[in-house]
Nanobody
């Protein structure tokens, strides 16, 4: 089992920045951590993921604005979001998985981009 707790969401003006964090706990070998988001009335969509000591991948809509990073010592993942747009408004979910395991999800954190 893995327990994921997100933090760092909030209200920001267009063009602003936010940094989301997700701390993982539990006896489980994680090799992929990532972020998804879900806007009202929309399906959950992929945002970014990072493979342990490997590559990262981004949705086209956030490429060059968002950066995902891992803190291996703290078993955490971060999402630095710059140049935020109103269309980035959503609940952001942390996800983690490992060999032979399902995706585990956090409870979500709200990000609102509005003037």
């Amino acid at each position: 089992q893995v327990h994921l707790v997100e933090s760092g969401g909030g209200l920001v003006q267009p063009g602003g920045s936010l940094r989301l964090s997700c701390a993982a706990s539990g006896s489980f070998s994680i090799n992929i951590m990532g972020w998804y988001r879900q806007a009202p009335g929309m399906q959950r969509e992929f945002v970014a993921q990072i493979i342990t000591h490997g590559n990262s991948k981004y949705a086209d809509s956030v490429k060059d604005r968002f950066t995902i990073s891992r803190d291996y010592a703290k078993n955490a993942v971060h999402l630095q979001m710059n140049s935020l747009k109103p269309e980035d408004t959503a609940v952001y979910y942390c996800a983690a998985t490992g060999p032979g395991a399902p995706y585990y999800w956090g409870q979500g954190t709200q990000v609102t981009v509005s003037s």
